[in-house]
């Protein structure tokens, strides 16, 4: 078994499915290699969109395979984009002088460029974060300052049974055991409680 880069641009769906059926039977790991070759490609024809369709049928990673022209003013930001759009590995020619024209060298990049290249898409992983819809250290640091929570407008003796009227939701930077109005409308106070201060589980019955 290997890993196999199956390319799949100009590739019917259909046709894909087939090769996979045979490269997947015999164990091999398989990553779809996805992008046109046009000498070079224009822009129009990167097709970003089609990388999150690809993952998301076949369930396998995706590489793209940029071959825009080298000189053009988005060579080196359009893989980083392509990595924000899921794939994880990217295919780019590279040479050393392209006015040299070398074989293949319309899409290549020059060493300058496969730098600043790198730097950018270590920068793009670094934005992508966790793939995971749990909030990571800073969003629960966002959480508790600036989510707004239920917190009384004026002091309430214990025994209240909160209204409308006695509840405000106002910002404040501390966790939160409730978020709305109606988790705690209707409810009475298990303590006195002093106003502006958000209500917590232990304030109410």
């Known amino acids: 078994p290997?890993?196999?880069?199956?390319?799949?641009?100009?590739?019917?769906?259909?046709?894909?499915?087939?090769?996979?059926?045979?490269?997947?039977?015999r164990g091999n790991e398989v990553v779809l290699n996805y992008g046109i070759q046009n000498y070079p490609t224009a822009l129009a024809h990167s097709n970003l969109a089609k990388i999150r369709l690809l993952v998301l049928h076949f369930g396998l990673?995706?590489?793209?395979?940029?071959?825009?022209?080298?000189?053009?003013?988005?060579?080196?930001?359009?893989?980083?984009?392509?990595?924000?759009?899921?794939?994880?590995?990217?295919?780019k020619h590279f040479i050393l002088e392209r006015k040299k024209e070398h074989y293949d060298y319309y899409s290549a990049i020059e060493p300058q460029q496969f730098r600043a290249m790198v730097d950018r898409l270590r920068d793009v992983e670094t934005c992508l974060g966790l793939s995971s819809l749990d909030l990571d250290q800073a969003e629960l640091e966002y959480r508790?300052?600036?989510?707004?929570?239920?917190?009384?407008?004026?002091?309430?003796?214990?025994?209240?049974?909160?209204?409308?009227?006695?509840?405000?939701?106002k910002r404040a930077n501390q966790?939160?055991?409730?978020?709305?109005?109606?988790?705690?409308?209707?409810?009475?106070?298990?303590?006195?409680?002093?106003?502006?201060?958000?209500?917590?589980?232990?304030?109410?019955k």
Do not use: Q, W
């Open 2 to 25: 290997a890993t196999v880069f199956l390319s799949v641009g100009g590739s019917l769906i259909e046709e894909t499915h087939k090769v996979l059926e045979t490269l997947t039977r």
């Open 61 to 91: 990673p995706v590489c793209y395979a940029d071959h825009l022209a080298g000189d053009h003013p988005m060579a080196i930001e359009l893989p980083c984009l392509a990595v924000a759009a899921g794939a994880t590995v990217i295919e």
């Open 144 to 169: 508790n300052k600036h989510k707004k929570c239920p917190v009384l407008k004026d002091a309430l003796p214990a025994g209240h049974r909160l209204t409308v009227g006695d509840v405000l939701l």
């Open 175 to 204: 966790p939160k055991d409730f978020l709305a109005l109606e988790e705690v409308v209707g409810r009475s106070l298990a303590v006195a409680v002093p106003a502006n201060v958000p209500l917590r589980k232990e304030h109410l």
